[in-house]
């Protein structure tokens, strides 16, 4: 569990008890519903998304495609925005006792926000994360969907791909494959190289991680994260446990299984391109603590 302090300004926070949280990610699907899941607790209120003013999670099963660009367009002026004044925003949607948010911020933006901005009263953070594999193709998938409909994201994904692609992958599929690489393929290029250099940094921090597909599948892991977020303080009945497993609408990537069936749906050479990022960033050690599988690859 990582524990920091912030201020709140106008707030007594330290008086009234109350505390706050971060669950730090990237995807939306299931983040969407654990935001939603978590609001409707009677003690909590809770945000979705890189957005200010925070705005609660509505009664769809997940954010809308408008929402969604309207987070990525706008993630860059988010994120010159204080923490605390975020948790600010959140605390001024409803009376609680824990506010927090879920799918703003990676774990390692939180660390370099922290250091950054003298945080004084107290937060706690978790971070869920995903097998690469279910993450790559989500990731892919999204940056279609962007390529398709975000004209700022559509300027910049060749600068964006050329910044992040690893050299070394590119000359290694060049003389093996003999392709020419295509738009779509550059997209999955840029999200190979871009989920493990994101990864890496956040499992260097002390933020503890959450893998997803054990998240959305054992209540027992729910409420382990629901004490670390709600500082020991909060109650859930069984009732409230078993309406969260018996709605929530879990994306299917989330599921350990599927990223077996995920990289057997890749061409030979994306294949290729995994197997030769998976040694360059040593997987199997870089994901040992959450126990996934790379035995297929």
Same mark, same amino acid.
Request: contains cysteine; charged residues 25%; negative net charge.
């Given at each position: 569990m990582n524990d920091v302090t912030m201020k709140l300004s106008g707030t007594t926070a330290s008086k009234t008890g109350e505390n706050f949280f971060l669950i730090t990610s990237y995807g939306r699907t299931a983040t969407f519903w654990i935001a939603k899941k978590l609001n409707e607790h009677p003690d909590i209120v809770c945000s979705h998304g890189p957005i200010y003013p925070p705005v609660l999670p509505g009664k769809e099963d $997940?954010? $809308?495609?408008?929402?969604?660009?309207?987070?990525? !367009?706008?993630?860059?002026?988010?994120?010159?925005?204080?923490?605390? @004044?975020?948790?600010?925003?959140? !605390?001024?949607?409803? !009376?609680? @006792?824990?506010?927090?948010?879920?799918h703003a911020y990676s774990a390692n933006s939180v660390k370099i926000m922290i250091n950054s901005n003298m945080i004084q009263s107290k937060l706690n953070v978790v971070n869920l994360i995903r097998h690469p594999v279910t993450r790559i193709e989500s990731f892919k998938n999204r940056f279609h969907y962007e390529l398709m409909h975000n004209m700022y994201f559509r300027n910049k994904v060749n600068d964006y791909a050329r910044d992040v692609v690893d050299k070394e992958l590119m000359n290694y599929l060049k003389d093996r494959c003999k392709i020419n690489f =295509? /738009?779509?393929?550059?997209?999955? +290029?840029?999200?190979?190289?871009?989920?493990?250099?994101?990864? /890496? +940094?956040? +499992?260097?921090?002390?933020?503890? =991680?959450?893998?997803m597909e054990r998240l959305t599948k054992e209540p027992e892991v729910f409420c382990w994260m629901f004490n670390i977020i709600s500082h020991g303080s909060l109650r859930m009945d069984s009732n409230y446990l078993a309406e969260i497993y018996f709605q929530g609408r879990l994306n299917v990537l989330s599921e350990e299984k599927s990223a077996i069936a995920t990289y057997f749906s890749w061409q030979d050479w994306m294949r290729d391109a995994f197997h030769f990022v998976a040694q360059k960033y040593n997987f199997p050690a870089m994901y040992n603590k959450l126990h996934y599988d790379f035995s297929f690859v």
């Open positions: $997940s954010p $809308s495609d408008n929402l969604v660009l309207e987070m990525h !367009r706008n993630l860059d002026t988010f994120l010159k925005t204080p923490i605390e @004044k975020v948790l600010e925003g959140v !605390r001024q949607l409803g !009376r609680a @006792k824990i506010y927090g948010n879920v =295509s /738009a779509n393929d550059t997209l999955f +290029l840029y999200a190979l190289c871009l989920v493990p250099f994101n990864d /890496a +940094l956040d +499992l260097k921090t002390d933020i503890v =991680s959450i893998p």
